[in-house]
Nanobody, 115 residues
Framework: QVQLVEYGGGLVRPGGSLTLSCAASGSIFSASTMGWYRQAPGKQRELVALFTRRGTTNYADSVKGRFTISRDYARNTVYLQMNSLKPEDTAVYYC?????????WGQGTQVTVSS
């Protein structure tokens, strides 16, 4: 069982930046993928960014060039640096860890981009 806890959400103005953190209770090194997803009101949950155990990263087209996913194996923590935020980035952001037989989700953190 792995627990994921997200930190760093909040209210930010358009063009601003936020960094989200996801602390895992277990090793993230052995995860097949670690990533961030988001869900806006009335919409389905969508992939924002993830990295694989091989070290490759994938980003949603809507965030490419603005968001960066990174990880710290020593701290078992995954980060999402979000720059040039737009109102359409407003959503609840969830951390996900996919292992061979299990998928784990955090409780989510709200990000609101508004002037």
């Amino acid at each position: 069982q792995v627990q994921l806890v997200e930190y760093g959400g909040g209210l930010v103005r358009p063009g601003g930046s936020l960094t989200l953190s996801c602390a895992a209770s277990g090793s993230i090194f052995s995860a097949s993928t670690m990533g961030w997803y988001r869900q806006a009101p009335g919409k389905q949950r969508e992939l924002v960014a993830l990295f694989t155990r091989r070290g490759t990263t994938n980003y949603a087209d809507s965030v490419k060039g603005r968001f960066t996913i990174s990880r710290d194996y020593a701290r078992n923590t995954v980060y999402l640096q979000m720059n040039s935020l737009k109102p359409e980035d407003t959503a609840v952001y969830y951390c996900n860890a996919l292992y061979e037989y299990e998928s784990y989700w955090g409780q989510g953190t709200q990000v609101t981009v508004s002037s």
